[in-house]
């Protein structure tokens, strides 16, 4: 094996969206050199394993990387989504990330872009082309944008046995679908939703798709939550509905059922409590599509799959050997426990906005590149916690609340935030403050006076529903 060296400031290990966000940033916040690698031959992370129809489910306006857009900033002019910010699809992500690379990343000369190569810790990176390897050393720090990687069915398969001759597929394999035969979907999150609209979108009638759901998903309402000024007294008078709801409460239960009635979450099933939150939008569109499918299995997780019968935690329910199985149970971005973003000689990439990859890394770089010391950068980036339930949720906003308001108190932070386009919310009260309408000006005094109250509520809500979930002492 050859081996040579590279150096550079930073060693940047990944080259998904929240890496090339925290690069794009770093370029604009110091002088910085930096080397980027991946084992993918190009730069997208989980977006080339991606299935073809994926599109993001919150705007494209929060999306990329802060120096350049990703889309036109218009608005989806058909379908489910008809109305609402346009949102980027894969070909279209991938295309703004090579174009990055391209086009800002490569030509200033402070990127070393190491395609198809391996990280294995300690300095070395192995190529996957020719095996040779290479010492890279980080004068400042090496960065590791891997810890939110995500997981998709194309690459981490079906977490149940799947029997010989059974036709049990990934979302990646709905190239072509035939709308002859019956449909299986099995998964209760973003990725299933999608496979379901799909299938729907192809042909397959409702009659021939089933559903298996170990768990009912809480949504959020897209329409809810939209960056642009237009969309202000729908957005904001959410935010001031989310915190009222919070201040009155009874339980986390209640709290969601609260804001359901409100407009800011949706079930697809009226009549089933949802036991399971993964930051996943939906339209009131996608919603009435979705409820077309009236043949809900509830049997908890799949254990196997074979040619004549499911079989569940639950119990089984049949199948039939024509039938297509498509898996979409993969973990997403899998819940680790957090830890200190900056350590000496490392940063450790994750949230510190809730469900805000692109914005959460370019923070990160704003910090690294700004503040003082590493106590000082923990201090402004608390990782935000993965969610998994309705009480994960509620901890969400409330810890994205208190970050929010650690940042407040730098100006210097603020105004990176309000000048950021990942953060488009803060673009957008700001620029409303400043020439609100009666109607503006109304909704955002009642937001303002509903956060203290309702932060309180939260807290309460998170303390009582952790009480209950700690085990009793014997």
Same mark, same amino acid.
């Given at each position: 094996?050859?081996?040579?060296?590279?150096?550079?400031?930073?060693?940047?290990?990944?080259?998904?969206?929240?890496?090339?966000?925290?690069?794009?940033?770093?370029?604009?916040?110091?002088?910085?050199?930096?080397?980027?690698?991946?084992?993918?031959?190009?730069?997208?992370?989980?977006?080339?394993?991606?299935?073809?129809?994926?599109?993001?489910?919150?705007?494209?306006?929060?999306?990329?990387?802060?120096?350049?857009?990703?889309?036109?900033?218009?608005?989806?002019?058909?379908g489910p989504n008809a109305g609402l910010?346009?949102?980027?699809?894969?070909?279209?992500?991938?295309?703004?990330?090579?174009?990055?690379?391209?086009?800002?990343?490569?030509?200033?000369?402070?990127?070393?872009?190491?395609? $198809?190569?391996?990280?294995?810790?300690?300095?070395?990176?192995?190529?996957?082309?020719?095996?040779?390897?290479?010492?890279?050393?980080?004068?400042?720090?090496?960065?590791?944008?891997?810890?939110?990687?995500? %997981?998709?069915?194309?690459?981490?398969?079906?977490?149940?046995?799947?029997?010989?001759?059974?036709?049990?597929?990934?979302?990646?394999?709905?190239?072509?679908?035939?709308?002859?035969?019956?449909?299986?979907?099995?998964?209760?999150?973003?990725?299933?939703?999608?496979?379901?609209?799909?299938?729907?979108? $192809?042909?397959?009638?409702?009659?021939?798709?089933?559903?298996?759901?170990?768990?009912?998903?809480?949504?959020?309402?897209?329409?809810?939550?939209?960056?642009?000024?237009?969309?202000?007294?729908?957005?904001?008078?959410?935010?001031?509905?989310?915190?009222?709801?919070?201040?009155? $409460?009874?339980?986390?239960?209640?709290?969601?059922?609260?804001?359901?009635?409100?407009?800011?979450?949706?079930?697809?099933?009226?009549?089933?409590?949802?036991?399971?939150?993964?930051?996943?939008?939906?339209?009131?569109?996608?919603?009435?599509?979705? %409820?077309?499918?009236?043949?809900?299995?509830?049997?908890?997780?799949?254990? %196997?799959?074979?040619?004549?019968?499911?079989?569940?935690?639950?119990?089984?329910?049949?199948?039939?050997?024509?039938?297509?199985?498509?898996?979409?149970?993969?973990?997403?971005?899998?819940?680790?426990?957090?830890?200190?973003?900056?350590?000496?000689?490392?940063?450790?990439?994750?949230?510190?906005?809730?469900?805000?990859?692109?914005?959460?890394?370019?923070?990160?770089?704003?910090?690294?590149?700004?503040?003082?010391?590493?106590?000082?950068?923990?201090?402004?980036?608390?990782?935000?916690?993965?969610?998994?339930?309705?009480?994960?949720?509620?901890?969400?906003?409330?810890?994205?609340?208190?970050?929010?308001?650690?940042?407040?108190?730098?100006?210097?932070?603020?105004?990176?935030?309000?000048?950021?386009?990942?953060?488009?919310?803060?673009?957008?009260?700001a620029e409303a403050a400043a020439d609100?309408?009666?109607?503006?000006?109304?909704?955002?005094?009642?937001?303002?006076?509903?956060?203290?109250?309702?932060?309180?509520?939260?807290?309460?809500?998170?303390?009582?529903?952790?009480?209950?979930?700690?085990?009793?002492?014997?």
């Open positions: 094996m050859i081996e040579r060296s590279l150096e550079a400031d930073y060693v940047v290990v990944g080259a998904g969206a929240m890496a090339l966000a925290f690069v794009d940033a770093l370029l604009d916040e110091s002088d910085a050199t930096v080397i980027l690698l991946d084992r993918r031959p190009a730069v997208g992370g989980h977006w080339r394993d991606a299935y073809p129809f994926v599109r993001l489910h919150s705007p494209s306006a929060q999306y990329g990387v802060n120096s350049r857009p990703l889309g036109g900033g218009g608005l989806e002019p058909d910010m346009e949102m980027a699809g894969r070909d279209a992500i991938l295309a703004d990330f090579e174009a990055l690379l391209r086009d800002r990343l490569l030509p200033g000369g402070r990127v070393t872009w190491l395609p $198809a190569h391996e990280w294995r810790g300690n300095g070395l990176a192995i190529s996957l082309t020719d095996g040779d390897g290479l010492r890279l050393r980080a004068r400042r720090r090496i960065v590791d944008a891997t810890a939110t990687g995500t %997981r998709l069915p194309s690459t981490h398969g079906p977490g149940f046995v799947v029997e010989p001759g059974v036709r049990c597929i990934p979302p990646n394999d709905l190239v072509t679908v035939d709308p002859t035969r019956p449909h299986t979907v099995i998964g209760a999150g973003k990725t299933a939703i999608d496979a379901v609209l799909h299938l729907l979108a $192809a042909g397959v009638t409702p009659e021939a798709i089933r559903w298996i759901r170990p768990r009912d998903p809480w949504l959020l309402n897209r329409a809810r939550l939209q960056p642009r000024r237009d969309f202000l007294l729908q957005t904001v008078g959410g935010w001031a509905d989310e915190m009222e709801a919070a201040a009155r $409460a009874a339980s986390i239960d209640d709290l969601f059922l609260r804001w359901e009635a409100a407009g800011l979450m949706r079930r697809i099933d009226p009549a089933v409590t949802p036991t399971m939150f993964h930051c996943a939008f939906v339209s009131d569109g996608e919603i009435a599509e979705l %409820r077309r499918v009236a043949n809900v299995v509830r049997l908890g997780r799949i254990r %196997r799959v074979g040619q004549e019968r499911i079989d569940c935690e639950g119990g089984a329910v049949p199948t039939v050997p024509d039938a297509v199985h498509i898996h979409c149970t993969a973990s997403g971005v899998p819940r680790r426990p957090p830890q200190p973003i900056f350590q000496p000689g490392r940063i450790v990439l994750q949230y510190v906005r809730r469900c805000s990859p692109p914005l959460s890394a370019a923070l990160v770089a704003h910090v690294e590149a700004t503040a003082g010391d590493d106590a000082e950068r923990n201090a402004l980036c608390r990782p935000a916690p993965m969610v998994d339930t309705p009480r994960d949720w509620a901890a969400a906003v409330l810890a994205d609340a208190r970050s929010r308001h650690g940042w407040s108190r730098r100006p210097a932070l603020s105004d990176w935030l309000l000048r950021s386009r990942l953060d488009g919310f803060s673009g957008m009260v609100a309408t009666p109607a503006e000006a109304a909704v955002l005094a009642r937001w303002r006076a509903a956060l203290s109250p309702g932060l309180e509520g939260l807290a309460r809500l998170v303390e009582v529903e952790k009480a209950l979930l700690e085990p009793t002492p014997a």
